[in-house]
């Protein structure tokens, strides 16, 4: 079953949440990307990670679907409960899993589920026949394995997040050609995105520069449209307390868009050397004066000259290298995992 040649590597990706809208959708792009790199890809999504009774289901589910595809490898897209219920299903078939920020970072959300999920989230690494992380600092987290892992953004879909003519865009959405807009990606939890300080720099902002406009993106929009919102804009502020690596900042990059970025996950990183970018502190003030001086003349960024190396297509292939190593290495259970899965 077990096979290293990259045209014969089956996939099975376990991701959680909607297998539709924004939920995870970089994870189901990697594996569109990896399809078209000639691997055999399935994706299996969690539809619930939380009431003992369905997850329990949902293990069942696994098993079959892992007896009837017969992957070469499994790969889990997320830490916590996602990774764990991969562990214990994958049976001696080899895992891999990519951990991406809320999964061993945490926040001043964080809770007792959440403490819950970053110890599944370590215990199911002793388990990984090769493990990713989307930034160095989430590597830093890892308490162990870190000889097997290794550090890889998902990277970017260039095809789809490219420049295009602001006013173009701009006619596309039906918005002023004369406006200076910040764009602010609140996703599913805007707590932890901390729409609450991007409001309030946006207030300095505007002491500086009158009629900036605000336009959130919330977890419902649209993703077909988030590459149009982008070159419609004049700057992408992201504000987070906790990411792994932030894929909006990337896909902003992409387009060309220029980005005040507090510093989070990978952003310093990421924006050293790009033109017309910020890194800042917390500091509304700070954040404020930033992004009223970038915007004040509508500039694009030379960041589609620096994700050249992110592209999906670059990143699927780094990732077909790890799967062939995970395939052809099976490694003995550690004690911690052998007596989990034989309680299963």
Not at 55 to 65: H, K, N, P, Q, S
Not at 161 to 179: I, K, V
Request: proline residues 6%; aromatic residues 4%.
């Amino acid at each position: 079953m077990t096979s290293t040649a990259t045209n014969a590597m089956r996939v099975l990706m376990v991701i959680p949440g909607a297998c539709e809208g924004s939920s995870m959708i970089f994870a189901r792009r990697q594996a569109q990307s990896l399809t078209a790199e000639g691997l055999e890809v399935d994706c299996f999504h969690l539809r619930t990670r939380t009431k003992p009774v369905d997850l329990m289901r949902e293990f069942r589910r696994l098993r079959a679907r892992i007896a009837a595809f017969q992957p070469s490898v499994v790969h889990a897209q997320f830490g916590t409960v996602t990774a764990a219920l991969a562990a214990l299903a994958a049976g001696r078939v080899p895992l891999l899993i990519t951990y991406r920020g809320g999964d061993l970072n945490s926040s001043p959300t964080s809770g007792f589920r959440s403490l819950l999920g970053h110890v599944l989230s370590q215990l199911a690494a002793l388990r990984a026949a090769r493990i990713v992380c989307v930034s160095w600092r989430l590597h830093e987290r890892l308490w162990w394995r870190t000889d097997r892992a290794v550090v890889m953004p998902t990277g970017v879909d260039t095809e789809l997040f490219r420049p295009e003519p602001r006013d173009t865009a701009r006619a596309r959405l039906g918005w002023p050609l004369d406006e200076r807009v910040i764009l602010f990606n609140a996703g599913h939890d805007p707590r932890v995105k901390r729409l609450d300080l991007a409001e309030q720099a946006v207030v300095y902002a505007r002491e500086r520069l009158p009629g900036l406009r605000f336009e959130v993106l919330r977890g419902d929009t649209d993703p077909a449209t988030i590459p149009v919102f982008m070159n419609a804009s004049d700057c992408l502020l992201i504000t987070s307390d906790s990411e792994g690596s932030p894929a909006v900042l990337q896909e902003a990059l992409a387009c060309g868009l220029p980005i005040v970025s507090v510093d989070v996950g990978d952003a310093a990183e990421r924006l050293r050397g790009v033109r017309h970018t910020r890194l800042v502190s917390r500091d509304p003030r700070v954040i404020g004066r930033a992004l009223a001086e970038l915007v004040a003349v509508p500039l694009r960024t030379d960041g589609p000259e620096k994700v050249r190396d992110l592209s999906l297509r670059e990143t699927a292939s780094q990732l077909a290298r790890l799967y062939a190593e995970a395939a052809g290495h099976r490694s003995s259970k550690t004690p911690v995992m052998e007596e989990v899965c034989e309680s299963s």
